[in-house]
């Protein structure tokens, strides 16, 4: 019997072209008006998209803010831009938070396969439904940054698009990597560190490494662990094992606090680093985004579970209807 039933690895093989389609859905669809701030509101992996555009629009000059919760912050008003975003369509903080946003008069972008949050929404940007929310990161990150371009809110090269389609063109690659990463990390528990820069790749790689492999992973950021987690490394065990995601943009000083902190680190536990690939920002994240999802896949493999089922979180969700 094979352990994939599903099988996620092609699905992860075909993520390159999944972002390519997502390129084209946002065609057409803007809002107008003065927009302040622009939140993203959903749960699990359909708010990791929110999470890469906040870092990805970091200097620019309007706030984003990812919500997990049913409400959404009380400064969001008629001046804001609310990307709902919920892959079944029935998540219920969503839909909770979007008629929240209703209600404050936001401008309101949904993005889901259907459910109740297309019905529910004026503007829809459908994606493709069959996938584990998780599996479609291109789907609801993508058409969130093709509104935002085509309302003149932010602009994105297509030399940076160009760029991030050729890195994750290369399959094999990240492919044969993220297999042999997988195999250091076996039988340990992950505890991922970036900049905080990109400390939402990161808790991607941990949220994928808990969902695909069923397995306890952690994540924390550069210079913030330093001013506390580094000190629980003085009794740390050895059954965790820790992965640096390094990027040749993090500031100079978190480069050498990284630096530092791996000495320290390898003195109790095993250190693993991770180089992000490419020149501008959108290649950087999703190379190292699109390894990460490798080495889930195969940390469950070489754990004898199939990697798509989620047991644990649908129970879960049918005891909240009963």
């Not at 501008?280 to 080495?295: E, W």
């Amino acid at each position: 019997m094979t352990l994939d039933g599903q099988n996620l690895l092609q699905v992860i093989k075909d993520f390159p072209k999944q972002c390519r389609e997502a390129l084209d859905l946002p065609r057409g669809i803007s809002v107008s008006g003065q927009v302040n701030n622009i939140v993203v509101t959903g749960m699990g992996g359909s708010a990791v998209g929110g999470d890469l555009l906040r870092i990805y629009l970091k200097d620019a000059n309007i706030p984003v803010y990812v919500n997990r919760d049913y409400k959404l912050p009380n400064f969001v008003n008629e001046n804001s831009l609310v990307f709902a975003v919920s892959y079944s369509g029935n998540t219920e903080e969503t839909l909770s938070s979007l008629n929240d946003a209703k209600e404050k008069n936001a401008k309101i972008i949904g993005i889901t396969s259907g459910g109740k949050l297309a019905d529910e929404c004026d503007k829809v940007i459908t994606i493709p439904s069959g996938l584990q929310p998780r599996a479609a990161l291109g789907y609801t990150f993508f058409p969130a940054l093709g509104v935002l371009h085509n309302s003149n809110i932010v602009r994105v090269k297509n030399e940076d698009l160009n760029e991030m389609l050729e890195i994750l063109k290369q399959t094999d690659k990240f492919n044969n990597q993220g297999e042999e990463l997988s195999k250091k990390l076996k039988e340990k528990i992950p505890i991922i560190y970036a900049s905080e820069a990109l400390g939402a790749i990161a808790f991607r790689w941990k949220t994928q490494i808990n969902e695909n492999a069923k397995m306890p992973a952690f994540y924390n950021v550069f210079s913030e662990m330093n001013h506390n987690e580094i000190a629980g490394y003085k009794s740390m065990d050895h059954k965790f094992i820790v992965v640096m995601i390094r990027d040749k943009n993090d500031n100079n000083r978190i480069k050498k606090r990284m630096d530092i902190c791996k000495e320290i680190m390898e003195e109790h536990v095993e250190v693993e680093e991770v180089q992000t690939q490419g020149e501008s920002l959108l290649a950087r994240m999703f190379s190292t985004i699109y390894l990460g999802d490798f080495v889930s896949y195969y940390m469950a493999l070489g754990n004898r579970v199939d990697p798509s089922p989620v047991e644990i979180i649908e129970s879960m969700k049918k005891k909240l209807v009963e």
